[in-house]
């Protein structure tokens, strides 16, 4: 006999000892040199320093499930690992430690400050990645890659030089987004839109000349002077403005074009320009222009020919530009004394509430200040049309489709990326400055340069700033594999196949892969990108640290087992769709996972001792013996494998994971196990245990690599102990996928056992209905729909039996007994007599009671809805729940009534 399995399934006890020897045997390894198809993923490479969090654990479990049933399929599957080094969050948290020790940055100095990031890193990087493991993850970890290893960092100064080369990369005075928390500049894409209730100023500008009057039609301030009135959420930016903007072809205000305002607080005079970016409609139509402190405003200073006053500090707060009682003051503390000042000189029009997007910094929240900076960018149009070309050609999809769309959006209205961070973790630009004042070269050089290539000078000065983290992982899908070099990786598994990542990183990072891979490699990196959704908790919060309301998927881990936290997050939501847990009830969220871990035990355990000794029986051997449980079983197996693999290709993971549920909870163990159990204890003869051992044995087999992917573990260690076939491989993560069994499929014994289970459901039910004891058998009377039926229905006659729990079963209708009946679909009626079964007297008593009160519920309900002053005046939804009531009620009386009739003949 197989070796047992213990009577309690423990996944703390099963779970770590399996992934140990999958990793061992090296069964998550993938060969360059195979002459496989290859199935490639490459991970979305999670914070060098994070923890494992719920979005961690749903993303990752769809790329794995992915992975497993491709693995399973034959192909040559690698999943590549890595960390991304995440500029801002890690230099972030070193400066946090730094500051518990009194210490900035600049107080220990730029190589001695990464030298601690590095400590830091390489004493807490590999948290996550172990974490990983024990989801279950088969990465392939001796690929393991990091941002900022050799070869990748070769990779991010290669592409930087082509780029340059190209005049893709230049350095330019812009407006970017600035963190003044993070103290460095943040692309398009990092500075985070949040809907924030703030208020709109309206200030009043006085025109220079006093003596223009009434002849200008604009209203005027007590000493005479006339004014014009602009809208602001942002008063302390006034003091840099250098002109108030309007319309061209505004009435209102074109004949003022080319006259001065007095900016007030400061002193002086800005001009009253036009340009059609101006919307008439909005506020009063004029708009004052700050190009230092605003993107839209910079441009429109451009084409103006404005000056820029620049009148913040890096930290956002007023500098020496600025009026002398405004200087120092933190930009909030300004807005309040700009506001006031404006007031005191009576040139505040109004204030009112108004809702707007603020863009804040996507790592530490802070509100994100534009700011007129020199950066380096990378001229992204000629990038982009390539990559929108591929999305309209079809070679790059997205699921949900509707993302495709998303992408198309922002491509096709692409802007220039900021790539310079001022920061000291992370790749330093490779930008050199000769000190020589007479030559000032530039060099940009794939080496360190030693000497100026102008002047020979040795005196050279690199750029101090840092590369955007995602310059270095847009490279991800082709520098993990190894180029720029040109390496068997790269040849065997360039362009991946799958995408599994989040769509708020849809611009960050999907779309600059797809241009960085067209680009440096010519072709997409992947063909299909599947966007996961977020999870959230029961009250559809995002999880986060500050609410307090994340579930940690390794105390889930502990508490559960990986298989039902895999189980819940898969089968929980659709693609692309948001998915909600209980984190104040874990039992509620993922205790059906782990239930089902242990049904498929209990269900391997109950078949591991009822198979006999030996090797598995080929189904061949008993074609000829099996029945209609095992033909019908064998078909749903057939199905399942056809649904499941259809939904794994469509990317519907849901989909995948609820069919193997169905096939193995509600059809193998509640209908085929429970029919077989007398077979398989011998009762039967030899040659029907046979076919049902054969039968349970292929099921079980198929059961298990159906659900494999989404279940690695409970699956395995089942699997291990079931009798093995002839070629099975060593581990069922190797064994052949299903596909189809289209040899198993058997439309008449479906359409047969759907009968037999529709008696036995229907038995049951009267069960149910008339409180009939579990242990007491029943009387059975089957009026069959034709005497096809009748056959077949006589030749499981023990199935009946058992599972209906029936004592005597005839053919024919009810005779004039009394009893409960039921008329299936197929026209086939089904008549329990009761008498003697249950007390008659005490259940007819029981339904008079009942119809009782139930008519009583229904005068008062009608009562009430008669009420026209109730009717009338109570709220919709209280009226319509009464209208509810009154229905359920009338349905309740109409079964009672006919359950009542039923048992009338016996009185």
Known sequence: MAEPLPPQYSPQETEPDLYRWWEERGFFRADASSDRDPYVIVIPPPNVTAVLHMG?????????????????????????????????????????????????????????????????????????LQQLRAIGSSCDWSRTRFTLDAGLSRAVREVFVRLHDKGLVYRGNYIINWCPRCLTALSDEEAEPEETQGKLYNLRYPLADATAG??????TLPDGRPYLVVATTRPETML??????????DERYRHLVGRELELPLTGRRIPIVADTYVDPEFGTGAVKITPAHDPNDFEMGRRLNLPSINVMTPEAAMNDAVPGPFRGMDRTEARRAVVRAFEEEGLLDGVKDHMHAVPHCYRCGTVVEPRLSDQWFVRMKPLAEPALKAYHDGELRFTPERFGKIYEHW???????????????????????????????????????TACPKCGGTALEQDPDVLDTWFSSWLWPISTLGWPEETADLRKFYPTDTLVTAPEILFFWVAR???????????????????????RDHLGRKMSKSLGNGIDPIDVVNRFGADALRYTVITGSAAGTDQYLNYEDLEEAFGPGRNFANKMWNAGRFALMNLGDGPRIPLDDVRGDLELADRWILSRLAHAARETTQALERFRLQDAGLRGYEFFWGELADWYLETAKPRLYGDAGEASQRAARATLAAVLDGGMRLL????????????????????????????????????????????????????????????????VQPGKRV????????????????ANARALRDLGRVEELTFGGADGQVGASAVLRSGTEVFVPLAGVIDLDRERGRLRDELTRIEGLIGGTERKLGNESFVSRAPEEVVGKEREKLAGYREQRGKLAGKLAALEGAA
């Open 513 to 535: 892969m797809v241009m960085s891979g067209i680009e440096f490699r010519g072709g997409i990196p992947f063909t299909d990108v599947l966007l996961n959704g977020t999870v």
């Open 240 to 249: 840099g403005d250098t002109a108030v903007a309007v319309h061209p072809e």
């Open 214 to 219: 009434e002849a200008l039609g604009l209203p």
């Open 411 to 449: 491509i096709g209205n692409i802007r220039d990326w900021c790539i310079s961070r001022q920061l000291w973790w992370g790749h330093r630009i490779p930008v050199w400055y000769c000190q020589d004042a007479a030559c000032g070269e530039k060099v940009v050089a794939l080496d360190d340069p």
């Open 56 to 128: 961690h654990g749903l993303n990752n479990t769809m790329q794995d499930v992915l992975v497993r049933w491709r693995r399973m399929q034959g192909r040559e599957a690698l999943w590549v690992p890595g960390t991304d080094h995440a500029g801002i969050a890690t230099q972030n948290v070193v400066e946090r430690l730094l500051a518990k020790e009194g210490l900035t940055r600049y107080d220990v100095g730029r190589e001695a400050f990464v030298d601690r990031v590095w400590q830091f890193v390489n004493e807490t990087g590999g948290v996550i």
């Open 779 to 794: 009387p059975l009377r089957i009026a069959a729909a034709g005497e096809e039926s009748r056959r077949m229905l006589e």
């Open 708 to 771: 494999h992917p989404v279940m690695p573990f409970i699956t395995e260690a089942v699997w291990q102990r079931l009798p093995r076939a002839e070629g099975d491989p060593e581990s069922l993560m190797l064994a052949p996928w299903i596909d189809a069994l289209p040899e198993w499929e058997d439309a008449a014994a479906e359409a047969a056992m759907d009968e037999v289970q529709a008696v036995i459901s229907a038995v049951r039910n009267i069960r149910a209905e008339y409180g």
